[in-house]
């Protein structure tokens, strides 16, 4: 395989503008030039591609990548294409193809103008492309997103089984495989499909250092984030919702509160989901409202921030969701906010889940309450969950976590955990955290009068603390394991062996907790500010602004998105260098000479005539608008549900929410006509727990949501007390 060794860093530089290579991105292309076969384990925003992309552009022949996803395939090669000052350097080779476009791919291969042929696993099959590329030099094939490969990887795509077979029919050269799943499963699944078990394998550190993690309470959140995204106008971001309709409404929220966002889930038209992503990558749109859906299939490196309005379900999703910031190694704020009740939620649907299922998902929720309520470094915490070690003090990115930066305070309370685990064993291990906070705090409920709880030594023991703190002794004392909960059971705790060494006071160590503490945007603003001083700062902030208008003009004319043309860390080394000839582009931070004869005498000449002008943006609080009130919609309602129709599909059809629904419902019902949603009830509700409320409801003396929701808040969410108390409102009292 003939290649450039010799000057790797001169190609860097010629190519991509940068002066030195990231971690073991040189060694990894060495190994590729000698004609070796590599593995790559690289986490998100590592620069995997480049690993392949360099070599192709200096070798003789062109290189073959293999790709998952026609979306980033179309990306990277706008981006390659990018760094020449010609096009056809890089071409997909797919079924989208009309049979010019096919012949121009392949002409521009012959020639040897095309170094990178970026294809999907199906297309190789197809013997027109094999026959034509067992005819061209191919200088290596790289397997991007590798994982697709193993059964046990978190994506796997049945198609990518055969392709050591497809690869050896087409020609005899090294293979690089990359992915950033670092299961040793995964990785020896790979490598013996693909023949590569002598491969070199090298493994990146999972630590990405501008990323500032931060986790807050889940209280007034549609304003916090709001708020938070006020703050950080203009910059890229994405919010994280678990439920497509939660992804609809919050998207619809931003839009009336003056934020240019758009949603984006599966259950979208795919022609507006493929136009929503474009316009995120075009910086059509600030902000994206997605489910996990959103990410895989795009390479913005510009990502300014992601929230997770709801936590995920595994600390993998969490790590793979916030890896999509800061993928340039600027600025990457990663907020997430955390609520119990959510963590119910899940696993309540984990209950009717088959044992193994269960088991496997009750251990991830337990390490996600576990990096939310923590209150040691949270980069620790999750590179610790990914087996690799970080000094919280002095690793690189210490201080880029709330708890880091803020440090939360800790007070003892072993006396608490022993308290709480001696009432559960004199109680028989048979109550749920609510039914043990009643006990503990003192208030009558159904249960301390029907167990004649009020009448135990531990009843009122801890009223001197509120309620918030009892939660927390028992969620803390669950995740470090002295306590395990059966779902099974809807939720019993029951000691553990470790707990029942507390109980005999054989605790090593004290039991602490963070106390509660405020939040506010000052914490985010700090992050900003530490990642802004650790690129050097001294920023033209007015004149930022301007290029980046600039390059969405010159993006546009081109057809291509902004992030292509130059990087922000590149714009940002223009409003510090000042450069105002393309000789002096070329030496800017990441700009290379293709790029600079292609888009550089534009921004030159800008600059040149550039005058500064210091506009200061102040953020201010505000209030927050509300999506307008649907009109009623009463007679269709009552005649839906008398047909049976499902709530969902109601509420659909009116283009209402399902909050916006409920609301109608019980303005129907509180005017006194009844409401039939029995059948809706029966199919989606367990028969005890209907019961249950409605006996409730009918010796309760109130029927507000606070005083059901103490009552019902563990097994029922807002939206099924609703439901209930609509049915209830319906049967008894109209």
């Not at 470090?480 to 005999?504: A, P, S």
């Not at 292509?564 to 393309?582: I, K, R």
Request: charged letters at 30%; glycine letters at 6%.
């Amino acid at each position: 395989m003939s290649a450039k060794k010799a000057n790797l860093s001169g190609e860097l530089k010629k190519y991509f503008g940068f002066s030195t290579f990231k971690g073991k991105q040189e060694e990894i292309i060495n190994q590729l030039l000698s004609g070796n076969d590599v593995f790559v384990l690289m986490p998100t925003g590592g620069g995997k591609s480049l690993c392949y992309q360099l070599p192709a552009l200096i070798s003789g022949g062109t290189a073959i990548v293999v790709s998952p996803l026609i979306a980033l395939m179309k990306n990277q090669v706008d981006a390659v294409n990018g760094l020449s000052s010609e096009n056809g350097v890089a071409h997909v080779l797919n079924s989208s193809l009309n049979k010019t476009q096919t012949k121009q791919v392949f002409d521009d291969i012959k020639s040897g103008k095309t170094k990178l042929l970026y294809v999907a696993p199906e297309s190789l099959i197809k013997e027109d492309y094999s026959d034509f590329l067992k005819e061209v030099k191919i200088s290596f094939v790289a397997i991007d997103e590798a994982h697709c490969i193993s059964e046990w990887g978190h994506d796997f795509r049945p198609e990518y089984r055969n392709l050591k077979s497809i690869i050896d029919k087409i020609a005899d050269v090294p293979v690089i495989a990359l992915t950033a799943t670092a299961t040793p499963k995964v990785q020896d699944d790979i490598q013996k499909t693909l023949g590569m078990t002598n491969a070199m394998v090298f493994k990146e550190s999972f630590n990405r250092p501008n990323l500032y993690y931060e986790v807050r309470p889940k209280v007034n959140v549609d304003k916090e984030i709001v708020k938070f995204i006020h703050q950080n106008k203009g910059k890229s971001g994405i919010v994280y919702c678990l439920s497509r309709r939660k992804v609809e409404e919050f998207a619809q929220l931003l839009q009336v509160n003056g934020i240019n966002a758009l949603p984006y889930h599966a259950g979208l038209d795919q022609k507006v989901r493929v136009a929503n992503q474009d316009k995120f990558l075009m910086e059509e749109v600030d902000v994206i409202v997605a489910t996990i859906a959103f990410g895989m299939g795009i390479d913005k490196p510009d990502v300014r921030f992601v929230i997770h309005y709801d936590f995920p379900k595994s600390l993998e999703s969490y790590y793979q969701e916030t890896g999509r910031a800061g993928r340039d190694g600027g600025e990457g704020q990663c907020l997430a906010f955390y609520d119990p009740k959510d963590i119910e939620k899940l696993e309540k649907f984990l209950a009717q889940k088959p044992v193994s299922e269960r088991e496997i998902g009750l251990q991830l929720l337990n390490e996600v309450v576990g990096y939310a309520e923590t209150s040691m470094s949270r980069r620790q915490y999750i590179l610790y969950y990914f087996g690799e070690n970080f000094d919280p003090v002095n690793g690189e990115g210490a201080s880029m976590c709330d708890n880091s930066s803020h440090p939360p305070k800790l007070k003892d309370a072993t006396r608490d955990l022993q308290k709480i685990l001696e009432l559960i064993r004199d109680t028989g291990e048979k109550f749920r955290s609510k039914d043990l906070i009643t006990v503990i705090a003192g208030k009558e409920s159904a249960v301390t009068k029907s167990y004649k709880l009020d009448q135990s030594p531990y009843f009122g023991s801890g009223k001197e603390e509120n309620d918030n703190h009892w939660k927390t002794v028992l969620r803390q004392a669950t995740v470090q394991n002295f306590l395990q909960k059966d779902i099974e059971t809807y939720g019993v705790l029951k000691i553990t062996e470790k707990g029942r060494l507390v109980v005999d006071g054989k605790l090593e160590h004290s039991f602490l907790i963070a106390e509660d503490r405020e939040f506010d945007l000052t914490q985010t603003k700090a992050a900003s500010d530490q990642i802004q001083q650790q690129s050097g700062g001294g920023l033209d902030q007015a004149l930022f602004t301007l290029l980046k208008e600039l390059r969405k003009k010159v993006a546009k004319k081109h057809g291509i998105p902004p992030y292509t043309v130059f990087m922000d860390p590149s714009l940002e080394d223009m409003t510090v260098q000042y450069p105002v000839s393309v000789e002096e582009i070329a030496k800017i931070y990441g700009v290379g000479e293709g790029k600079a004869k292609k888009y550089g005498k534009e921004f030159a000449d800008f600059i040149s005539k550039y005058v500064d002008d210091n506009q200061i943006e102040r953020t201010q609080d505000m209030v927050m608008k509300q999506v307008a009130n649907k009109s009623s919609h009463k007679v269709f309602i009552i005649q839906s549900t008398d047909k049976k129709i499902d709530l969902e599909d109601i509420a659909r059809a009116k283009n209402l929410s399902m909050d916006e629904l409920l609301k109608e419902m019980e303005r129907i019902v509180y005017q006194g006509t009844k409401l039939n949603i029995d059948y809706y009830i029966e199919d989606n509700f367990d028969e005890d727990i209907v019961d249950g409320f409605m006996e409730f409801m009918n010796e309760s003396e109130s029927d507000s949501m606070k005083v059901l929701l103490d009552e019902f808040g563990d097994e029922l969410s807002d939206e099924e007390v609703r439901m209930l108390r609509i049915k209830f409102i319906s049967d008894v009292a109209n």
